[in-house]
Nanobody
Framework: QVHLVESGGGLVQAGGSLRLSCVAS????????MGWFRQAPGKEREFVAA????????DYADSVKGRFTISRDSAKNTVYLQMNSLKPEDTALYYC?????????????????WGQGTQVTVSS
């Protein structure tokens, strides 16, 4: 059983930065991919970024490409999401997720394990 805990969310002004962290424990080595998703009120959960534990391949949603960076510290079983140039439309509950699928899947249904989420609010 993989257990994921996110942290690092908060309130920031537009143009600011935040770094989210996701600490993984349990059977994490059975997971090939870590992803970040977000869900705003009244909207569906959407893909933000994904990273493969082995090899470090990454994928980003077009809406965050060039502004967000996903990275990992394998020794700490931690995945990060560095978010720069934040916009009000980035406001959402951000979730960390783990998948056993090979590659960098974008569908939430491909991810088996989920954290509880951390709130990011960007003011204009």
């Amino acid at each position: 059983q993989v257990h994921l805990v996110e942290s690092g969310g908060g309130l920031v002004q537009a143009g600011g930065s935040l770094r989210l962290s996701c600490v993984a424990s349990g059977g994490i080595f059975s997971s090939r991919v870590m992803g970040w998703f977000r869900q705003a009120p009244g909207k569906e959960r959407e893909f933000v970024a994904a990273l493969m534990w082995i090899g470090g391949n990454t994928d980003y949603a077009d809406s965050v490409k060039g502004r967000f960076t996903i990275s990992r510290d394998s020794a700490k079983n931690t995945v990060y999401l560095q978010m720069n140039s934040l916009k009000p439309e980035d406001t959402a509950l951000y979730y960390c997720a783990a998948s056993t699928i090979f590659g960098t899947p974008r569908s939430a249904s491909d991810y088996t394990y989920w954290g509880q989420g951390t709130q990011v609010t960007v003011s204009s």
